[in-house]
């Protein structure tokens, strides 16, 4: 199953952090903007350029220390089809280099529809008999508030291409409780949701004990965190809100089992502004993207149980 993959790659690397790919143009040094938006006339164009060089060389710097990346889809979106084709190289260059790569996207839908989104980001396109991966993720965030209908399309091509999904659970944003943290039959919405991951992962699991359907669960609730984990031993975490949220390697700890597995840690801004807060050259910014990886790494592993496969 697809987290097999993941889990496997995190015990390599003895790291469980994953990238998220979240660029900025105020995060990119100004030798590879400057001279990406003087080349290009439209600068949609110069800035999806510099988005997919700004990443290459994050990518290089870092794929033999994590195990996965995370784009988030929003932040290429908002730069039209030319930040869509910066998504779809960043993609295709982190398979290259061996990263597991989760496509944050937050989808949500029924039916065919959401049988698109599937197909789009973690399945194949037919035309004219031929087949193709239009993205090409390992795995994918969705939204899962309309229920069993919004996710059943996803699970067929988790089992047939050996992909995963994240489900949101408990968010780490401050609001999340307006709706997850409700009562429904003395429970509240967070376990509920997370009932359902355990459901809907029952007939997709790994080697490693846990399906191909995962959850989102946020690092500024400790608390729920590892009720979570105690809750659904089978369901794999993807936890947000690490750094610059406010998340800590102590907070993140409840989402790991004995073995410290169970869950994967993101952090974006700090590790892709690293060379800012550094104040270092702006030609080193890879190099201080990966001294904070590494730093994360460090302190998340001081925390949790030693990483092991059995």
Aim: aromatic fraction near 10%.
């Amino acid at each position: 199953m697809s987290f097999d993959r993941l889990i496997s790659a995190i015990a390599q690397t003895k790291n469980p952090s994953v990238v998220g790919l979240d660029p900025t143009l105020a995060m990119i040094p100004p030798f590879i903007l400057e001279p990406m938006l003087a080349e290009f006339e439209d600068p949609f164009e110069g800035a999806a350029e510099a988005f997919i060089e700004f990443n290459r060389r994050l990518i290089d710097a870092l794929y033999d220390i994590i195990p996965a990346v995370k784009p988030q889809s929003a932040y290429y979106e908002a730069f039209g089809w030319q930040g869509v084709r910066a998504l779809k190289a960043t993609i295709r260059y982190a398979k290259e280099k061996g990263l597991f790569v989760i496509a944050d996207c937050k989808r949500n839908d029924i039916g065919s529809t959401m049988g698109a989104y599937a197909r789009a980001y973690l399945g194949e396109t037919e035309i004219a008999g031929q087949k193709r991966e239009a993205f090409g993720a390992d795995a994918l965030t969705v939204n899962g508030y309309l229920g069993t209908d919004g996710i059943e399309p996803l699970l067929n091509i988790c089992k047939e291409r050996d992909r995963g999904i994240f489900v949101l659970a408990k968010t780490s944003n401050p609001s999340s409780g307006e709706l997850q943290d409700k009562l429904s039959d003395g429970q509240p919405i967070y376990r509920k949701m997370g009932g359902l991951c355990e459901k809907w992962g029952a007939d997709s699991m790994g080697d490693y004990g846990y399906s191909a359907v995962g959850a989102v669960v946020g690092a500024t609730y400790p608390e729920q965190l590892s009720e979570l984990r105690r809750a659904l031993p089978h369901t794999f975490f993807l936890v947000p809100g690490y750094g610059a949220q406010g998340g800590s390697a102590q907070s993140v700890a409840g989402a790991f089992d004995s073995r410290g597995l169970g869950a994967i840690v993101n952090s974006s801004r700090a590790i892709l502004t690293a060379w800012q807060k550094e104040n270092c050259d702006e030609r080193d910014f890879a190099c201080a993207a990966r001294r904070e990886a590494l730093r994360m790494r460090d302190a998340i592993a001081a925390a949790i149980p030693e990483i092991r496969l059995s």
